[in-house]
């Protein structure tokens, strides 16, 4: 492994423990087992470097739900309402197992109108976010339709981005799969401006 490489690793591990405002660049030098120089040579700040942790780390999460998804999407004769309900139990699950790189970005999120640079690159995740949770959700191709994957997927990472915050502030009360799912169903039922 390289310095770039244990750079990402150790400031992974760093925001994990300590959260983006309390890691510093000497944290960081320490975990990595390298120079507070290979920062700067490698990422350009300490910022660039927690910016791209944080990507990474959210990337690898990603990656892990996806495979968690993946491995028991197709049961025979499940419903739809099932199907919505068991994926986002699993989403909940990984949540609970990932609450401090979730509190991290969350952190990070307030950080963001100081930070050009991050929000540069948030920015830039955000379409990619979109279009990853389109396809994995709803199974849409960005390349082949953009135009749904763009507005599944912000309906998603709406979604997702209230169910975390829910399950991060108080998760005995926060929803569960079935929950959303019955939601889901009560809302589309229910037209606005339909009297009661």
Not at 24 to 46: E, K, M, N, P, Q
Not at 62 to 67: A, K, S, Y
Not at 106 to 111: K, S
């Amino acid at each position: 492994m390289g310095n770039r490489e244990k750079l990402l690793a150790g400031a992974v591990q760093c925001l994990q423990e300590k959260g983006y405002a309390q890691t510093t660049a000497r944290d960081i030098a320490a975990a990595a087992g390298v120079s507070l120089a290979a920062i700067g040579y490698h990422f350009g700040s300490t910022e660039g470097l927690l910016g791209a942790a944080l990507q990474q780390a959210m990337a690898d999460w990603g990656d892990e739900l996806e495979r968690a998804l993946r491995a028991d999407e197709a049961v025979p004769g499940r419903s739809p309402a099932a199907t919505f309900a068991g994926i986002w139990d699993r989403v909940i699950a990984s949540v609970s197992t990932h609450r401090s790189l979730w509190s991290t970005q969350f952190e990070l999120v307030t950080q963001l109108d100081r930070q050009p640079q991050l929000r540069a690159e948030f920015l830039g995740s955000q379409q990619q976010a979109r279009f990853g949770l389109a396809a994995l959700f709803a199974d849409i191709d960005p390349d082949h339709d953009p135009d749904a994957a763009e507005l599944v997927g912000t309906f998603y990472q709406a979604l997702l981005t209230g169910v975390v915050v829910q399950h991060l502030i108080d998760p005995e009360h926060a929803p569960s799969g079935h929950d959303l799912a019955r939601a889901l169903r009560t809302v589309a039922s229910r037209p606005p401006g339909r009297d009661a």
